[in-house]
């Protein structure tokens, strides 16, 4: 998983199966996971590197299986999942149809949707699910009134039941779309309309966040029409178009070897890196901004004293003068 050479960042390896017991079916060591031979057969493995490249499979492992194997969601805290057209349940449930469903018995959807499952109790769980998309095939999902997602035929791999959940986040009401255990093949497409008469149409910009959680992101590649925002849906996850009124943040963090490192990030639209400007104490230098790690760096040899402008994506902008030490 090319963790030996520290390129994908440890954290992202927990996300990895565990059984409800806490026994760690799974090792790590000089950069290869190794597996034993546990109740549950398959596994997800998630890794990301520091340039943001990602990359998700399944492994199976073939065990003798029994008539009391449990067929458990992939993950400890999830009441339910689909995987590979199978409903599993970590408990005994019920559909609004009056299927029940139990750990040792998987419901075969066959394109059935079901939007609640019940507890013994009469507790609803809703499901959020949407519809059931067939690869080689292309389909366009509502998410709401003026709200579209499109899937090319080439999107998937195998059947996705696409969720959408509506959900509330500081920045607006937005939407959490798909599965995340059914990657996207290629870049599916959200077209999201907005009231023409808004007075905030020029500094709204969709951002995004993973399904896992996480930080909210600026959607790279998004454009917009008139009205309506075109977002490329490259992973499933949240999705929200927030109206962006503030401007960058800059703050020094500390001088390493030979740069200064300031700290540069909008956490609305995201920087425009075009737009940054750094004038020094010998005048103006040309500014390396890694976007990634949001770090300008500024050579040591230009001073203490600069001033930096910037602006993000939707033009609020900013200039601040950064005094490091005396």
Same mark, same amino acid.
């Given at each position: 998983?090319? #963790?030996?050479f520290q390129?994908?960042y440890?954290?992202?390896?927990?996300?990895?199966?565990?059984?409800?017991?806490?026994?760690?079916?799974?090792?790590?060591?000089?950069?290869?996971?190794?597996?034993?031979?546990?109740?549950?057969?398959? #596994?997800?493995?998630?890794?990301?590197?520091?340039?943001?490249?990602?990359?998700?499979?399944?492994?199976?492992?073939?065990?003798?299986? $029994?008539?009391?194997?449990?067929y458990?969601?992939?993950?400890r805290?999830?009441?339910?999942?689909? @995987?590979?057209?199978?409903?599993?349940?970590?408990k005994?449930? *019920?559909?609004?149809?009056?299927?029940?469903?139990?750990?040792?018995?998987?419901?075969?959807?066959?394109?059935?949707?079901?939007d609640?499952l019940?507890?013994?109790?009469?507790?609803?769980?809703? /499901?959020?699910?949407? %519809?059931?998309?067939?690869?080689?095939?292309?389909?366009?999902?509502?998410? $709401?009134?003026?709200?579209?997602? /499109?899937?090319?035929?080439?999107?998937?791999r &195998?059947?996705l039941?696409?969720?959408? @959940?509506?959900i509330?986040?500081?920045?607006?009401?937005?939407?959490?779309?798909?599965?995340?255990?059914?990657?996207?093949? =290629?870049? %599916?497409?959200?077209?999201?309309?907005?009231?023409?008469?808004?007075?905030?149409?020029?500094?709204?910009?969709?951002i995004?966040?993973?399904?896992?959680?996480g930080?909210?992101?600026?959607?790279?590649?998004?454009?917009?029409r008139? $009205?309506?925002?075109?977002?490329?849906v490259?992973?499933?996850? %949240?999705?929200?178009?927030?109206?962006? /009124?503030?401007?960058?943040?800059?703050?020094?963090? *500390?001088?390493?070897?030979? #740069?200064?490192?300031?700290?540069? @990030?909008? +956490?609305?639209?995201?920087?425009?890196?075009?737009?940054?400007? +750094? &004038?020094? &104490?010998?005048?103006?230098?040309?500014?390396?901004?890694? @976007?990634?790690?949001?770090?300008?760096?500024?050579?040591?040899? %230009?001073?203490?004293?600069?001033?930096? =402008?910037?602006?993000?994506?939707?033009?609020? $902008?900013?200039?601040?003068?950064?005094?490091?030490?005396?």
């Open positions: 998983v090319d #963790y030996a390129q994908v440890p954290g992202l390896l927990l996300r990895l199966y565990e059984p409800p017991d806490h026994l760690q079916p799974w090792s790590q060591g000089s950069g290869v996971l190794h597996f034993s031979l546990p109740k549950i057969e398959t #596994y997800f493995i998630e890794a990301e590197d520091f340039a943001g490249n990602q990359s998700r499979v399944r492994v199976t492992l073939r065990t003798h299986s $029994s008539s009391d194997t449990k458990l969601p992939l993950g805290s999830w009441t339910w999942s689909i @995987e590979q057209g199978q409903l599993r349940v970590s005994t449930l *019920r559909t609004r149809q009056g299927e029940v469903l139990h750990p040792t018995q998987p419901l075969a959807l066959n394109g059935k949707l079901p609640t019940f507890s013994p109790e009469g507790k609803g769980i809703p /499901t959020w699910l949407r %519809a059931c998309i067939v690869p080689g095939f292309s389909q366009k999902v509502g998410l $709401s009134v003026g709200c579209t997602l /499109t899937l090319a035929p080439e999107c998937l &195998e059947t039941y696409c969720r959408v @959940e509506p509330e986040t500081p920045w607006g009401n937005g939407f959490l779309v798909g599965d995340p255990l059914i990657p996207l093949k =290629s870049s %599916a497409q959200l077209r999201w309309e907005l009231p023409l008469t808004s007075p905030h149409l020029p500094k709204t910009y969709p995004y966040r993973k399904w896992w959680g930080v909210w992101s600026p959607v790279t590649g998004a454009y917009r008139g $009205s309506t925002w075109y977002i490329p490259r992973g499933w996850g %949240a999705y929200v178009v927030m109206i962006d /009124t503030l401007p960058p943040k800059i703050r020094y963090l *500390r001088s390493v070897g030979p #740069y200064h490192l300031i700290w540069v @990030e909008d +956490v609305g639209s995201g920087i425009q890196p075009y737009s940054l400007r +750094v &004038e020094s &104490e010998k005048g103006p230098i040309l500014p390396e901004y890694y @976007e990634p790690q949001r770090l300008l760096y500024l050579p040591r040899r %230009a001073g203490k004293r600069f001033r930096i =402008s910037v602006s993000d994506k939707v033009g609020n $902008s900013i200039q601040q003068v950064i005094q490091i030490g005396r």
